[in-house]
């Protein structure tokens, strides 16, 4: 199984495509990092690639691994991506 870019390989990519430096394609994706960080808790969707958004956890039983014995696992509220159907379309075919 072929190994995921690194973040050094990205940013020469992108770099590439557009024709720009490599430090403008750091800035560039620290700036959209940046925008789904601030932005996620009202939904930030990157065109054609997905979507993150907040979601709220019920509170439920659990169960500990090692000893069976089973627990209360508190509500919380957790990032989820969603993928995009263009991005499924694209990459499972």
Do not use: H, W
Request: proline share 4%; charged share 25%; glycine share 10%.
């Amino acid at each position: 199984m072929p190994k995921a870019m690194t973040k050094v390989q990205i940013v020469a990519g992108i770099a590439e495509k557009a024709g720009i430096t490599k430090k403008q394609a750091v800035e560039a994706i620290e700036a959209l990092s940046g925008m789904a960080y601030k932005n996620a808790k009202n939904g930030f969707t990157v065109p054609g690639l997905g979507k993150l958004v907040l979601v709220n956890r019920k509170a439920r039983m659990g169960r500990n691994p090692a000893t069976g014995a089973e627990i209360k696992i508190p509500a919380k509220r957790v990032v989820k991506f969603r993928v995009a159907k263009a991005c499924k379309d694209a990459i499972l075919g």
